[in-house]
């Protein structure tokens, strides 16, 4: 008679095989080189699922050799503390290792104008250019959640028009640093917010609060 407990062994390293060949093929992703199985753990093509990823549903964030790409509503801000414009930042971004990703980002050309009740000026602040490539280091700190620190080149174009009667332009790029948290939905998505610095050394500190999502692929 078999012994129960290595039959409870074999069903549990089973299952664990099935979860991660159902996760694998609705990812549209083949085996292309020798399973192994380490500890609680399956590795398939770098990927790493543990028990907890299967049962809960979550994609490990910074997963070995993924892209990402995503989508960021971002508040930037002149510093003045009252002039303010909200864009879109798209992001596109490898996952290096499971601690550091490179990533590229392009804000969309937008402006707004805040209208005083006397005597009547407009004070605006238009975004005219916003690109930049960063390196990303990420630490996981929960379940599904992972902190990120983020330090790159960014190149911004801005026009500030004060009181209707000054109108300065700027279109430079600095040193640019940021933080923010993901937290992990499913296998593929995770959902995103940040502070970033884009510009701290020119005649505008532009800095930014975002909201976004990002897909794993």
């Not at 380490?38 to 990823?53: K, P, R, V, Y």
């Not at 990420?138 to 000054?166: N, Q």
């Amino acid at each position: 008679m078999k012994c129960p407990l290595g039959v409870s062994m074999f069903n549990k390293k089973l299952a664990l095989v099935a979860g991660a060949a159902t996760a694998l093929m609705s990812s549209n992703v083949f085996a292309g080189s020798s399973d192994s199985a380490q500890g609680d753990g399956i590795q398939i093509n770098a990927l790493n699922f543990s028990e907890n990823d299967i049962v809960l549903g979550y994609e490990p964030i910074g997963s070995i050799g993924r892209y990402y790409a995503g989508i960021q509503a971002s508040g930037v801000d002149d510093d003045s503390g009252d002039n303010s414009v909200l864009t879109w930042i798209g992001r596109l971004g490898k996952n290096i290792n499971k601690s550091f990703s490179f990533e590229g980002r392009l804000g969309l050309p937008t402006d707004t104008s805040k209208t005083y009740p006397y005597p009547n000026w407009d004070k605006s602040l238009g975004i005219d250019k916003l690109y930049g490539v960063y390196g990303v280091g990420h630490a996981k700190i929960g379940e599904s959640i992972s902190a990120y620190g983020l330090i790159g080149y960014t190149r911004v174009g801005v026009t500030v028009s004060t009181y209707g009667l000054d109108t300065k332009s700027v279109d430079d790029y600095d040193l640019s640093f940021g933080l923010g948290l993901d937290k992990a939905v499913g296998h593929y998505w995770a959902f995103n917010i940040e502070y970033i610095q884009y510009l701290s050394n020119s005649k505008f500190d532009i800095n930014a609060t975002a909201i976004g999502a990002t897909y794993y692929f």
